[in-house]
Each structure stands twice: as structure tokens, then as C-alpha cells.
């Protein structure tokens, strides 16, 4: 996990594909911007996954916005 700075959590459409994840489609897809201001190639983000997370003996849901960050 790396701390970009971003406003949400992201994770990478193809490691959903290839683990099998389980997504939800939003209501109304979210614009999705590059730091530069220009739209993101893909667009919108139009799905989330809930994944859980564990570090040490801590464990959360954490819901992930789901896009090509790669």
C-alpha cells in the first residue's frame, strides 16, 4: 500500500480480474481526475469492492474504488 495522496482508496481493475473480486456498480459514476487536472483514460469510476484488510491483529472492511491505476 503505498500513501499517494489521493482522496480515495483505489485498487487496480486487473488485480480484480484476476483474484475473481467481487464489485458492486455505483448509482452514478464518479469523474475520475489526473493530478494535472486532465480526465483519467478511463474516464469515470463506474464500481467499488469491499475488501478485508489485516495488519498485525487489526482487521476492516475497506471499500476500493476500482480503475486502472497501472
Not at 16 to 24: A, P
Not at 32 to 57: C, F, H, P, R, W
Request: charged share 25%; glycine share 8%; net charge neutral.
Amino acid at each position: 500500500m503505498v500513501d499517494s495522496g489521493a482522496t480515495t482508496k483505489f485498487i487496480n481493475k486487473r488485480f480484480i480480474i484476476e483474484n475473481k473480486v467481487r464489485t458492486w456498480k455505483l448509482k452514478e459514476p464518479i469523474p475520475l481526475y489526473n493530478i494535472d487536472g486532465t480526465l483519467n483514460k478511463d474516464g469515470s469510476i463506474s464500481e467499488v469492492a469491499v475488501l478485508q484488510m489485516q495488519i498485525g491483529e487489526h482487521v476492516e472492511k475497506t471499500v476500493f474504488t476500482v480503475t486502472d491505476i497501472g
